[in-house]
């Protein structure tokens, strides 16, 4: 087998589902033993925590469920019926059996509260395999674009990559979302006004960081 189809039949062992009602909730929870419940909120935290969760998925054979809590409110409310648990978002839950595990929730989504679990929990893949995400960061290369064009001022362009930032609730990789992170850090900061950000060239070269931004993201 060459190498490129060893990586395809991994990819393959990783089992990402949509879950949009209270049925299929059940359903993937009786047809996987032991899975994950992921509820996808409405900011860049989702974006994080699923980008934590994507990178122990490559080593870890563990099916996972997926939920965008305002398209599918049904399905995240009954997760929360089903288990007691109080819902967040983002929030990842370990079931086992039908049972959960591990909840963990927000910020605390992170690489050390996931590795012991993982280790003590979820099974090694043989490989390492690859997690289709949403991958869609059209936007920010419009974005980026328009302001390496003239179209955007310093401050208009600092003003709504962080905006379409702070809401971007994609399943993204922990790769975009370091990469997207890079201009103007965490924008959870400036939640009390984007003032706070400061002067876009506060950073450095504003043009000069961009491109750099863009050429990696192409």
């Known amino acids: 087998m060459t190498q490129t189809a060893q990586t395809e039949t ?3 062992k990783q089992v990402l589902v949509p879950l949009t009602t209270p049925e299929e909730v059940d359903q993937f ?4 033993p032991l ?26 054979e563990l099916p996972v469920g997926f939920i965008r809590v305002v398209d599918w409110r049904p399905a995240s409310n009954h997760v929360a019926q089903r288990t007691g648990i109080i819902h ?3 929030q990842l839950m370990l079931f086992k059996d ?8 927000n910020w605390d989504i992170t690489p050390e509260a996931l ?15 690859t997690v289709q995400t949403d991958d869609n960061i059209e936007p920010y290369r419009r974005l980026m674009r328009d302001f390496l064009d003239g179209k955007l001022s310093d401050w208009a362009f600092q003003d709504q990559y962080v905006t379409l930032f702070r809401d971007d609730a994609s399943l993204r990789s922990q790769r975009e979302f370091e990469l997207l992170s890079r201009l103007f850090g965490d924008p959870d900061a400036y939640h009390g006004g984007l003032h706070q950000l400061g ?4 950073r450095g070269d504003l043009q000069g960081r961009v491109q750099a931004l863009l050429d990696e993201l192409d």
């Open 199 to 202: 002067a876009p060239q506060v």
């Open 88 to 90: 967040h978002s983002p």
């Open 10 to 12: 991994q990819a393959e």
């Open 35 to 60: 899975a994950a419940v992921f509820k996808a909120g409405t900011c860049h935290k989702t974006m994080q925590g699923f980008g934590v969760l994507e990178t122990f998925l490559q080593n870890h």
């Open 98 to 105: 039908g049972q959960v595990q591990f909840e963990v929730n």
């Open 115 to 129: 590795s012991p679990v993982f280790e003590a929990q979820v099974p090694r893949r043989s490989g390492a395999a």
């Open 29 to 32: 929870l009786t047809e996987y």
